[in-house]
């Protein structure tokens, strides 16, 4: 079980790695010389495409990447984009999503009148306003409902926890060049 | 140990969509109580993997994935509430009196689940709600999958066969009145979205005859009966069971109680993730005065065929190590190094990074004892992690 379980997390993570180096060549033979705010972003886009893509568009969250990116990226973002995924990206703006429409229900509760301050009352206005906080962290917030909300945040939490790891430890690796390097 | 499970869920979508094509179809034998061979799988997990599958329509790879893992589908089980098919299935053929036991057979162990937050289950079972109509079911709750009723069915038996009875009474006279309500409700569900079937389909009877999936879902004792509360009901059981799965893959979540500290919990931890990837980009921008690190790293793992092994690693300095000469790995093995890591660490990057360490070589001059040993006093040791030596003997 720990096996099978740690070996699909380990795929996962080398698709994430193929994908994002992947992108990060594509950025270098577009330029070599990038400032280090460019290397960032290249970085960083690389990275929230790859990890994107290793979804496959099922979940919410990174098929909103994926739009944010094609709307605003240009030039080398959008063919490294366009790598990473394997298909062109759409240009134009989509108008109406053929997804979810969430509709806004008229609350109830306003009609039911003043006992507002109960503690009941209270404690819901506070998980309410937290669910809206973590609605808008994730990418892709305008169409979550309650109850997609939290899957999603189970799948980003996950694909975001996958990222930060092979990030990490390439960042460490390359402390560890870097300082032979200083060594040598 | 339940991130990795959903990792791994996540990691091996398509295999379990080839594995599994026509699930729905296999299925039906399955829960078809007269076949002989009751069981096509080995365990509730995995009916329960297909069963989560198919139910999420619109989003086919991912739930799949997210429910692949046996540990994750067997607490989703208890707190879930599909299954109807099951139902379904069942009473078809079988007599009606069986599918009630049966069927009631399952509710127990919804009932006991902590989760659901049963209301007034303590209570006896065998008193009749005053003033209750023909309609109305002494207790509800979210009717498992006949998987999990079958295999617990054994045990459960005795429990629930009063209730099972009391059950059955209600259960045959409405049946027929129903039934085209069901029918019709399943129509609807067939275009809905799976988020909303259980809200949609509130039916308080199985119909005899198998319409297409939906869920039933049953009017707890003591509880309103109407088709809103028990809309309201589903939709907070599916909310909280989700919530339970969100405990699990958030670290320090399981000591909080309550839905606004966790939420709390959960917001912190998105937020901190997406802050270390900034920062972690910041840092990889930094470190690389150009992408050729990474260029070479790729260039060599295509010529590399690693074996696909686990390595319970979880910094990329052993890693270096293991590809270097076997002296230097007889030393190396006494100064184990890990980096601190929060994250519970399955399975490192092994093998990207030793792709990047025997990458080495060919960019700089090869390294000594020495300058490892350098590095290790240059203070890169934060952890000594036991289990390190014996898997760089294995990957010898």
Known sequence: MQNSSSSSS????????????????????????M?????????????????ASTRSATTQWSRAVVAEVSSSAAGAARIAAEEIL?????TERRKAQAGKKIVRRRRKAAARGAVRSSAAAVAKKVVRNRRRVLKRLIPGWKKLDEICLIKETLDYIASLQVQVDVMRHLANAGETLHHQQILL | ?????????????????????????????????????????????????????KLDRSSPA?????AADPGFAERAAKFSCFGSRSFNGRTSSPPGSATPGQSMVALPRVASSPSLKLNGSPPPRNRKLPGSGANSNEESSVSEQIPSGETGSNSRKRKSASRGKNKDHRSNSPKEAEEDENLKRSKQTENCENEQECNENKTN?????????????????????????????????????????????????????????????????VQSLQRQVEFLSMKLASVNPDMENLLSKDMYQQSTSLPQQMYPLDSSSPAYYHHHQNVQQQQLHSTNISSVDPLPLDASLGIQIDGFAQNL??????????DLHSIVQMGFIHNTVQNQTSNMKVEL
């Open chain 1, 86 to 90: 394997g298909r062109k990206l759409s």
């Open chain 2, 1 to 53: 140990m339940d991130k990795q499970h959903y990792l791994m869920n996540a990691g091996i979508p398509l295999q379990i969509e080839a594995s599994m094509p026509i699930p729905w179809s296999s299925d039906q034998s399955f829960f078809n109580p007269n076949s002989s061979v009751d069981h096509h799988f080995d365990s509730d997990a995995f009916a329960l993997r297909h069963l989560i599958g």
């Open chain 2, 205 to 269: 009877q199985k119909p005899p005859e198998p319409p297409k999936d939906y869920i039933h879902v049953r009017a707890r004792r003591g509880q309103a009966t109407d088709s809103h509360s028990l809309a309201e009901r589903v939709r907070r059981e599916k909310i909280s069971e989700r919530m339970k799965l969100l405990q699990d893959l958030v670290p320090g979540c399981n000591k909080v109680t309550g839905k606004a500290l966790m939420l709390d919990e959960i917001i912190n931890y």
């Open chain 2, 62 to 66: 991912a739930l799949p994935s997210l």
């Open chain 1, 10 to 33: 380990l795929m996962v993570k080398q698709e994430f790695f193929t994908k994002w180096k992947k992108g990060l060549k594509i950025y270098s033979a577009f330029n070599k010389e």
């Open chain 1, 35 to 51: 400032t280090i705010m460019e290397r960032k972003r290249a970085i960083k886009l690389s990275a929230d495409v790859a990890i």
């Open chain 2, 361 to 370: 070589p060919q960019q700089f001059p090869a390294f000594t004892e020495d």
